[in-house]
């Protein structure tokens, strides 16, 4: 089997239509665009670590949107003039998938806008129980 059969495997086909052959989805349709819990963004491809909770925002785009990357190790960038546009393309450092756009429209700290298709993301929700001294 040779890797794009794995990754139609693993994914959904809307996932792999995303991750692997750079598409998107549906503005305000994703499942984490109104998540408000605390915790980690991880790629649906690969479990990579990308987007820390902290650095969510509200951007009225219709996507996931975060002012910066948990580590810029993470993730990598590539010019994209698909569309007749001049965008950033944002991708897995881990396991190239496309994740989504960077902008310079964004909010302080970065005044950078990541916006993440949801698809392209799954969350881990951060486990907020103090654990008990005995």
Known sequence: MN??????KKLTKEQYNILR?????LA????LLYNKKKGIYICAGCGNELFDSKSKFDSGSGWPS????KSKENIKTNPDNSFSMNRIEVLCNKCDSHLGHL????????????CINSLALEFKEKNNKKKKIV
């Open 21 to 25: 052959e750079k598409g998107t989805e």
């Open 66 to 69: 975060f002012h910066s990357p």
């Open 28 to 31: 305000f349709t994703g499942k």
């Open 3 to 8: 890797k794009e059969e794995n990754w139609k």
């Open 103 to 114: 902008f310079n429209d964004g909010p302080k700290p970065t005044g950078l806008r990541f």
